[in-house]
Each structure stands twice: as C-alpha cells, then as structure tokens.
C-alpha cells in the first residue's frame, strides 16, 4: 500500500506512513492517487540501470581525460629545452619524453572523443525514455542537446565570440544537472527521502566543482608568465579535477541505490493481469 499524502510506500499492518506520519483514514480515491503513482513509476529501474552503466562509463572516460590531461600539461611545463646560439638568441626545443606524452595524449583523446559520443547518444535515448516517468528528464533531454550545440559552436569560434559561446555552455550544463538530480531525486523522494535528500544536495556540490574549475582556468591564465606559479595552479587544477572524478563516483553510488529502491519495490509488488500491484 502507498501513502495517500507523500506516495511513500508502507508496509503490510500498518495503518500510518513510515515516512509523513499520516493516518491511513482519508478518501479511496487519495488513495488510488497513490497507487496509480505506484504503476506509473512501474518499469524505472530498467532505464535507470542504463543510466548508471552510461554513468560509469562517462566517469571512467573523464577520469582518463582527466589523467592525460594532467600528464600532458605538466610534461608541457617541464618538456621545454632551450638552446643558445649566441646572436640568434634562443632556440626551442620540446624534449622527447614530452613528445612521447604528447603523442599519448592525442590518441586517447581520439578513444575518448569516439567512446563519448556513443555513450552521450546512449543515454540521449536513456533520458527520452525517463520523460514517461518524470517529466523533469524531458527538459534534460533538450538542454542536453543544446550542450552538445554549444560545444561544437564553442570548437568554431574564435577569440570574444568563443568565451561567450563557453559562457552559455556553461549555464546549460548547470541547467541540465539542476534538473536531472532534480528529476531524480523527485522520483524517488516518495519512497525514500533520505535519497532524495542526497539528490538534492549533490546539486549544491556539482555547483561547487563548477565555481573550483572556473577558478581553477583563471588561476592558470593569469599564472602562464610565472614558471614556479603555474606549477602552483596545476596543481590546484589536478585536486580541482580529482575531486570532480570523486563527485561522479558519489553520482553514481546514488543512482545505484535509486535503481535498488525501484527494484525492491517491483519484487515485492508484481504487477497481475489487471495491471494493478498486489501484495504477495
């Protein structure tokens, strides 16, 4: 049975809500609210399952960008020999363990780039078929497009247009994220609001990681003529980057637990040929 007043779902003998506290005495049709909640969210822990594979995948993949890119900066910084010849000045020369590195770091942005665009057209069709369930993965859907717009757009524009471009990018991604921890934690704050409470707040740190990098790039600009600084501020970068890997680890222990609580909930209550949830 499902509460009347949150949806939360109550176990067999109980005449009160474990979660509001509300006495089960109000109108059948409240009640039928509930249940037609109840078989509506029906069936969401497939395409949640996707989406933490989808997940994993993507955090593995940033993870690697992430790792390259680290390498890949520092061998930059410390790669660089110069050579004296006198009048001429100085020559230039990038050292071999740099061009190694930077040999690495253009094939696995390839790998990367190809694994990426598969994985963003997977779960493109993941949050199209959340939309049944909630219609907040809708609007998930189309900001997600627009991301992918405005990053291509990004990699055509050059100088002032290409930081405006980058801008708006961003304030996309922050919208998309609003609404897909919104999205989620909507969904399961009826039968566990603790999770959807975790949700929530995962919002707050993803908005944190976005203010740290931001930082982070201008740190970096503004340290480029300082040899010792810069080391400094790629430094900062890389605790920056791990602790955006660590968030999408945290995302994704949340989206496993969301996909446990709608699967619990579909063992104990399967569908009969009325398609109506009927206690074991």
Avoid at 87 to 94: D, H, M, R, S
Avoid at 106 to 112: H, K, P
Wanted: proline share 2%.
């Amino acid at each position: 049975m499902y509460c009347y007043n949150c949806g939360g779902f109550i176990p067999e003998g109980r005449d009160t809500c474990p979660n509001c506290g509300a006495t089960q005495s109000q109108p059948v049709q409240r009640q039928n609210s509930a249940d037609a909640w109840a078989q509506k969210m029906r069936g969401v822990s497939d395409p949640l399952r996707k989406l933490y594979k989808y997940r994993l995948i993507g955090t593995i993949v940033a993870a690697g960008i992430c790792a390259v890119t680290v390498l890949y900066l520092f061998a930059l910084i410390n790669g660089v020999d110069t050579i004296d010849y006198g009048y001429w000045g100085q020559y230039y020369v990038f050292s071999e363990t740099f061009q190694a590195i930077s040999g690495l770091y253009a094939a696995s942005m390839i790998v990367f780039a190809i694994v990426g665009v598969i994985v963003t057209i997977c779960m493109l069709i993941t949050f199209n078929d959340m939309k049944r369930f909630e219609d907040r993965f809708g609007t998930v859907f189309t900001l997600a497009l627009l991301s992918i717009i405005s990053s291509l757009a990004e990699s055509f524009c050059k100088d002032s247009f290409k930081i405006i471009v980058s801008l708006a990018d961003l304030v996309i991604e922050i919208l998309m994220y609003y609404h897909l921890y919104g999205a989620m934690a909507d969904i399961t704050r009826p039968l566990d609001r603790d999770l959807a409470s975790k949700w929530d707040t995962l919002f707050k740190i993803f908005v944190g990681y976005i203010v740290l990098s931001f930082i982070a790039g201008i740190v970096i600009v503004l340290c480029a003529s300082n040899y010792s600084s810069l080391k400094g501020a790629m430094f900062f970068l890389t605790l920056v980057l791990a602790g955006g890997v660590a968030m999408n680890i945290y995302e994704l222990t949340l989206f496993k637990a969301s996909t446990s609580v709608f699967e619990r909930l579909e063992r104990s209550y399967p569908v009969n040929n009325n398609n109506r949830w009927d206690e074991y």
